[in-house]
C-alpha cells in the first residue's frame, strides 16, 4: 500500500485566494526576460536528476492523476464519447488495482470539452464534485470577433462549466501590444465570474520565451487564474524551457502580490515519466503547495492510460496491454 498522504492531498474544497489581479504595471513587465542558453542547460537535467522507484514512484503517479485535466477535443466528439470519458474519469484506475494501492476516492482533477459538450458532461458527472472545464474564445485560433468570445465564456458558464480555458490573441504578444493583451484578459476574467480561468499562452507561437515571460506576467496582473502552455492543437506544445520559464513568472508574482496562481501544461505529455518530470520540477521552482489540482493541471488524455499501465505493473508486477486501460 503506498502512502496516500502523498497521493490524496487533493480535497476539492481545498482552494487557494483568487488572484484578483492587479494594474498593469509595464515596468515589472519590460522586466521579464528570459536567458535561453542558461534555461535550456536547466531543462536538459532534468530528466536524469530524479530517481524514484516503487511505492515513491505509485504515490506520485497517483498525484499526478489528480491534476489531469481529462480531455477530449475532437471534431467527432459525442456525448457517448464525453460520457465515457466522465466515467473514467469518476474511476480513472481499475477498481482492483485502487483498492491494492488503497487509494479508493481517486479521480481526476476535471474533464475538458468543448462547449457543445458541456450538458453531457454535466450530466455524467452529477453528484461527483469534478469540475468541467469547457475550451473558449474562439479556441484554439482565437481569431473569432471579441464580442463573440466574450459571448461563449458566458454561455459555458451557464451552461455548467466551473473552469473555462480562453486563448489569448498572439498577434497582441507578437506586436509587443502589451495594454490590448490586459484589456483582453480582464474582460474574459470579468466573464467568467466565480468560474476559473485558464489562460491558455500558445507559447509554440509566440517568438521566444521573452515573450513567454512577459505574456505570463500580463495575463496574471489581469487576473489569470492559470496560466497554459497550448492548446495542444500547436505544433510545438509543452516544453521544459518554456513550463520553467512560466513557474519562474509565477513565483515573481507570488513573491510580488502574494497570490499562487496556476500552472498548466498541455499538449504532448502522454507518458508517465514525463509527467514525473514535470512534477520534479514543480516541486523544485515553486514547492509542495503547487503540487494540488487548484494550483497544477495537466491537460492530457492518453497520459492516464499510461499511469494506469505503471501503476498495474506495480501492483502484479508485470506489464499489462495498453488496450487493458481504455480512456473511453
Not at 470577433?145 to 461563449?152: D, G, I, K, N
Request: aromatic share 6%.
Amino acid at each position: 500500500m503506498i502512502d496516500t498522504q502523498i497521493a490524496l492531498t487533493h480535497l476539492p474544497q481545498t482552494m487557494a485566494p483568487r488572484n484578483p489581479g492587479m494594474a498593469l504595471d509595464m515596468d515589472k513587465v519590460m522586466r521579464a526576460t528570459a536567458n535561453r542558453s542558461a534555461i535550456e542547460r536547466r531543462a536538459a537535467t532534468l530528466p536524469g536528476r530524479r530517481s524514484l522507484k516503487k511505492d515513491h514512484q505509485a504515490a506520485w503517479l497517483a498525484r499526478a492523476i489528480t491534476c489531469i485535466d481529462l480531455t477530449t477535443l475532437a471534431g467527432d466528439d459525442t456525448p457517448g464519447r464525453v460520457a465515457r470519458l466522465c466515467a473514467k474519469a469518476r474511476q480513472p484506475v481499475r477498481a482492483d488495482l485502487l483498492e491494492a494501492l488503497g487509494l479508493s476516492g481517486l479521480t481526476v482533477g476535471a474533464v475538458c470539452v468543448y462547449h457543445d459538450m458541456i450538458a453531457p458532461a454535466v450530466a455524467a458527472l452529477a453528484g461527483s464534485n469534478i469540475p468541467i472545464a469547457a475550451v473558449s474564445t474562439g479556441f484554439p485560433a482565437g481569431l473569432s470577433p471579441f464580442p463573440l468570445r466574450v459571448a461563449e465564456i458566458t454561455g459555458s458558464v451557464k451552461a455548467g462549466a466551473r473552469e473555462i480555458d480562453i486563448v489569448i490573441s498572439r498577434r497582441k504578444v507578437l506586436t509587443g501590444d502589451w495594454h490590448g493583451l490586459y484589456d483582453e484578459m480582464r474582460a474574459f476574467r470579468e466573464a467568467c465570474g466565480d468560474a476559473h480561468i485558464k489562460a491558455i499562452l500558445a507559447t509554440g507561437e509566440l517568438g521566444t520565451l521573452q515573450n513567454v515571460a512577459k505574456a505570463s506576467m500580463v495575463c496574471m496582473m489581469a487576473g489569470a487564474d492559470f496560466i497554459k502552455t497550448s492548446t495542444g492543437k500547436e505544433s510545438v506544445n509543452a516544453t521544459l524551457p518554456v513550463s520553467l520559464v512560466m513557474m519562474r513568472a509565477i513565483r515573481d508574482y507570488h513573491d510580488a502580490t502574494g497570490y499562487r496562481v496556476g500552472y498548466k501544461p498541455a499538449g504532448g505529455i502522454s507518458k508517465a515519466k514525463d509527467a514525473l518530470v514535470y512534477l520534479s520540477l514543480l516541486k523544485d521552482e515553486l514547492g509542495d503547495r503547487w503540487l494540488r489540482p487548484d494550483l497544477f493541471r495537466f491537460g492530457a488524455s492518453s497520459l492516464l492510460g499510461d499511469i494506469e499501465r505503471q501503476l498495474d505493473h506495480h501492483v502484479t508486477g508485470a506489464y499489462s496491454a495498453s488496450w487493458r486501460h481504455a480512456l473511453a
